[in-house]
């Protein structure tokens, strides 16, 4: 009896211990269906230990899932914000991801649809077929006027990279840099090729005193056009590199006025009548080796293209709540088409007028890039035969009236 007792405790107890155990793992096995959305039950000694080590884990784990995702989800919107396109095409050219700018540059909506659905281009097509092995220049329908250089990068052992990038403002940057090189090889070409024809025949030819000096009176004339050319290069290539003016620096106008202003009737020699009006602020917040060079080659320009008994004058008065400083002569004018381009570098109405004067074709350029530093606009007003208004604007808040 005692023994059948005894097993009879020992079979219940053990009972007991595989029910309690069960009751664990079977809390275990629920939570594990669905261990995202479920608490971990309680559990008692092993068990319970065993299940806080599960619910650390749990939240270290959702904690660092939580921050990949917040991670993944700035580099998504970083990508959308990227202004080329980014597209991802599987070995069959179909879109497999894309940014916002590609739905936007290219129209792309949807996915597993081949690239050329969205790119109507024969070239494109021919070029994306070939495996793309050199980047494409396309003007795209949907954005014309522009340029869009294509290249295509390994994206995994099956996949690539499309990205397409706007190249317009670097094209024309380019073609202006090229232009500038021409022209700059053509103005110093012409004088060289004067002077080298005045050297060579002054080696060649027994001349008289009269003849050799009237030769290098005109070799000298050249090289002063080249000189004055070189010194203007230098002067716009500061100005186009300086950053913008932020100092507060006051330059008193009248007295720097009337410098230049005798300086230009220096230059006349008496052969106009040049003068000065001044009702304006006492001050501008200018650096004045700036002002000089605006103001200078406004009236060079002035004294240049105005005949003999004709008048400048130069005003600096308020209008409105700005300041205006403008250079007005009776000269030849301009006619209108060639008002929007006198800015240019090396623009010129009549380039045979314009070397016979000394001009080098980059005044105007260097005063338009000196007033840019200040906000400061350059107006032009002409018309053939009667003259021309060049006007300078300032903005209020670089006026001083009490300096």
């Given at each position: 009896?005692?023994?059948?007792?005894?097993?009879?405790?020992?079979?219940?107890?053990?009972?007991?211990?595989?029910?309690?155990?069960?009751?664990?793992?079977?809390?275990?096995?629920?939570w594990l269906a669905l261990p995202r959305n479920r608490t971990l039950p309680l559990g008692v000694g092993r068990w319970g230990l065993a299940f806080d080590r599960l619910s650390r884990f749990a939240r270290e784990e959702q904690q660092a899932r939580v921050e990949m995702?917040?991670?993944?989800?700035?580099?998504?919107?970083?990508?959308h914000r990227i202004p080329d396109a980014l597209i991802v095409l599987d070995r069959w050219n179909q879109v497999e991801w894309y940014n916002r700018r590609a739905e936007s540059l290219l129209g792309i909506v949807g996915l597993r649809r081949p690239i050329h659905h969205?790119?109507?281009?024969?070239?494109?097509?021919?070029?994306?077929?070939?495996?793309?092995?050199?980047?494409?220049?396309?003007?795209?329908?949907?954005?014309?006027?522009?340029?869009?250089?294509?290249?295509?990068?390994?994206?995994?052992?099956?996949?690539?990279?499309?990205?397409?990038?706007?190249?317009?403002?670097?094209?024309?940057?380019?073609?202006?840099?090229?232009?500038?090189?021409?022209?700059?090889?053509?103005?110093?070409?012409?004088?060289?090729?004067?002077?080298?024809?005045?050297?060579?025949?002054?080696?060649?030819?027994?001349?008289?005193?009269?003849?050799?000096?009237?030769?290098?009176?005109?070799?000298?004339?050249?090289?002063?056009?080249?000189?004055?050319?070189?010194?203007?290069?230098?002067?716009?290539?500061?100005?186009?590199?300086?950053?913008?003016?932020?100092?507060?620096?006051?330059?008193?106008?009248?007295?720097?006025?009337?410098?230049?202003?005798?300086?230009?009737?220096?230059?006349?020699?008496?052969?106009?009548?040049?003068?000065?009006?001044?009702?304006?602020?006492?001050?501008?917040?200018?650096?004045?080796?700036?002002?000089?060079?605006?103001?200078?080659?406004?009236?060079?320009?002035?004294?240049?293209?105005?005949?003999?008994?004709?008048?400048?004058?130069?005003?600096?008065?308020?209008?409105?709540?700005?300041?205006?400083?403008?250079?007005?002569?009776?000269?030849?004018?301009?006619?209108?088409?060639?008002?929007?381009?006198?800015?240019?570098?090396?623009?010129?109405?009549?380039?045979?007028?314009?070397?016979?004067?000394?001009?080098?074709?980059?005044?105007?350029?260097?005063?338009?890039?000196?007033?840019?530093?200040?906000?400061?606009?350059?107006?032009?007003?002409?018309?053939?035969?009667?003259?021309?208004?060049?006007?300078?604007?300032?903005?209020?808040?670089?006026?001083?009236?009490?300096?």
């Open positions: 009896m005692g023994a059948l007792a005894a097993a009879g405790t020992l079979a219940i107890t053990f009972g007991v211990y595989v029910l309690w155990q069960g009751w664990h793992l079977a809390g275990l096995l629920h995702a917040a991670e993944l989800e700035r580099v998504r919107a970083a990508v969205f790119v109507r281009d024969p070239e494109f097509g021919e070029w994306i077929d070939s495996g793309a092995p050199a980047p494409l220049e396309l003007k795209l329908p949907q954005h014309p006027g522009h340029i869009h250089l294509m290249r295509v990068y390994p994206a995994g052992e099956t996949h690539r990279l499309l990205i397409t990038h706007d190249v317009t403002e670097q094209r024309r940057l380019d073609a202006m840099r090229r232009d500038f090189v021409a022209n700059v090889s053509h103005e110093i070409r012409t004088p060289l090729t004067v002077i080298s024809g005045f050297v060579e025949t002054m080696l060649d030819l027994e001349l008289d005193e009269a003849s050799r000096r009237h030769y290098l009176a005109s070799t000298l004339k050249q090289t002063d056009t080249m000189r004055r050319l070189i010194e203007d290069l230098l002067i716009l290539a500061k100005l186009e590199h300086d950053l913008p003016v932020v100092d507060d620096a006051t330059t008193s106008i009248e007295g720097l006025l009337e410098v230049l202003v005798g300086d230009a009737r220096a230059l006349s020699g008496s052969r106009h009548h040049i003068s000065l009006s001044f009702n304006g602020p006492q001050g501008l917040k200018v650096d004045p080796a700036d002002l000089q060079t605006a103001v200078r080659n406004l009236l060079t320009n002035a004294v240049r293209y105005t005949p003999e008994g004709g008048s400048i004058r130069v005003c600096w008065e308020m209008r409105g709540q700005e300041a205006c400083l403008s250079v007005q002569d009776t000269g030849i004018g301009i006619a209108p088409e060639h008002l929007p381009r006198l800015t240019e570098r090396f623009y010129r109405v009549d380039r045979s007028r314009s070397r016979d004067s000394g001009g080098t074709g980059l005044g105007l350029a260097i005063v338009k890039h000196a007033l840019q530093r200040y906000q400061a606009q350059l107006e032009i007003q002409s018309k053939p035969g009667e003259g021309s208004v060049f006007t300078i604007r300032w903005p209020a808040e670089r006026l001083v009236f009490d300096p």
